[in-house]
Nanobody
Framework: QVRLRESGGGSVQAGDSLRLSCTIS????????MGWFRQAPGKEREEFAI????????QYDDSVKDRFTISRDNAKNTLYLQMNNLKPDDTAMYYC?????????????????WGQGTQVTVSS
């Protein structure tokens, strides 16, 4: 069974940085596409990943490109999301997810397992 657990969220000021972690069991972090999704307050979880890492490389949504960086530690079987220059619009619950596939797809339907989420709040 695939299990994911996010950590590292918090409340920060605009312009600050945070690093989210996602510890994984049941699948090797480098043997599946891993994605990060988010859900803003009062909204449904976004259908498309804000970032993904898989055998075909790393991809980012335009909303976070050049500010967020995805990485993975194969030895620790952990996925990371480094978030720099945070904006109030980045306020959301952040989820990591493991895909059915090694090649990445953006849509949430391609992911089979999800963490519980970690809250990020950015104030202006």
């Amino acid at each position: 069974q695939v299990r994911l657990r996010e950590s590292g969220g918090g409340s920060v000021q605009a312009g600050d940085s945070l690093r989210l972690s996602c510890t994984i069991s049941g699948v090797r972090v480098n043997n599946a596409c891993m994605g990060w999704f988010r859900q803003a307050p009062g909204k449904e979880r976004e259908e498309f990943a804000i970032g993904m890492i898989g055998n075909d490389g790393i991809q980012y949504d335009d909303s976070v490109k050049d500010r967020f960086t995805i990485s993975r530690d194969n030895a620790k079987n952990t996925l990371y999301l480094q978030m720099n220059n945070l904006k109030p619009d980045d306020t959301a619950m952040y989820y990591c997810a493991a895909s059915h596939y090694v090649l990445c797809g953006r849509t949430e339907g391609m992911y089979r397992a999800w963490g519980q989420g970690t809250q990020v709040t950015v104030s202006s």
